[in-house]
């Protein structure tokens, strides 16, 4: 099943709202994706805690996909 | 060495007993997926001697696992007993050199 960019979007920021995200998708099928989030949140947690963070925004929604989805998260300061 | 295995209990004394432990799709020697082929080359890369389990054996056994690590995805590394990382992780801890730094911290060989 193929994501829709402003899906990902939308259900990070409702768990993250100053998330700044850039979703690039790779292949230009709709269905790999990369996303850079940049986030306050993510300060003082360890990458593992950061994206399980993200994985928890998108799960119910999109779990089936997620293993298409490549993450990179980056502290806000 | 490549393990079959197929279920949480065999899972965990493979980690307990082997200081790297790769679950994956596919196995080491042909890998089921990019994201997986892409660990399986940074730890060859690295030299390090891994137990590699595909996971694409058994889906019981893979949803298990996800909720066992709590990682909804694959590749799942696990050093010393502890999980590390999917795909993404390894991969930004092996440019940065924190993977690395983390197998000497832990004293696993690394032919260089």
Redesign the interface.
Known sequence: MAMNIKDIESLIKKNIPDAEIIIEDLAGDNNHFSAEIKSKEFNGKTRLEQHKMIYNSLSEELKEDLHALSIKTIEKK | MTLTIQNIEEAKEVIKKNNVVLFMKGTKDMPG?G?SAHVVQILNNLNISYVDIDILNDNNFKENMKKFT?????PQLYVKGE???????VK??FETGELLELFNTKGIDVKT
């Open positions: 997926c994201f709590n990682w909804p995805t694959f999980f590390v990382g999917g795909c993404d992780i930004e801890m």
